[in-house]
């Protein structure tokens, strides 16, 4: 039982931390105003969590590399959008 109630967790964890960046995500793109952001913050949790899916990689566990690579898409999407619409407007690049 006490597996399972870790398991429970652990995918409450891995989904909040996955879902919790949508938010922002979703209001950069809508109002392409990304000057808020935190360009310091984004990168170190990008960082973060490439650092994560190495370590899952190189312990071998699946849910941490599942659960963070899936964050580290999203954070990068936010993070890619900072640079995109950083003044509130798309680069014209």
Same mark, same amino acid.
């Given at each position: 039982? $006490?597996?399972? =109630?870790?398991? *429970?967790?652990?995918?409450?964890?891995?989904?909040? $931390?996955? *879902? $919790?960046?949508?938010?922002?995500? =979703? /209001?950069?793109? /809508?109002?392409?105003?990304? @000057? $808020?952001?935190?360009?310091?913050?984004?990168? %170190?949790?990008?960082?973060?969590?490439?650092?994560? *899916?190495?370590?899952? *990689?190189?312990?071998?566990?699946?849910?941490? =590399?599942?659960a963070n690579a899936a964050a580290?898409?999203?954070? @990068?999407?936010? %993070?890619?959008? /900072?640079w995109r619409f950083r003044d509130?407007?798309?680069? /014209?690049?």
């Amino acid at each position: 039982m $006490s597996d399972l =109630i870790a398991n *429970v967790f652990g995918t409450a964890a891995a989904a909040c $931390s996955i *879902v $919790s960046f949508a938010p922002q995500m =979703i /209001k950069i793109w /809508k109002t392409r105003d990304a @000057s $808020s952001v935190s360009l310091k913050t984004y990168s %170190l949790t990008v960082i973060c969590f490439v650092l994560w *899916v190495v370590y899952g *990689v190189l312990s071998g566990a699946w849910p941490i =590399i599942v659960a963070n690579a899936a964050a580290l898409v999203m954070a @990068s999407g936010v %993070l890619i959008m /900072k640079w995109r619409f950083r003044d509130g407007t798309p680069d /014209k690049t």
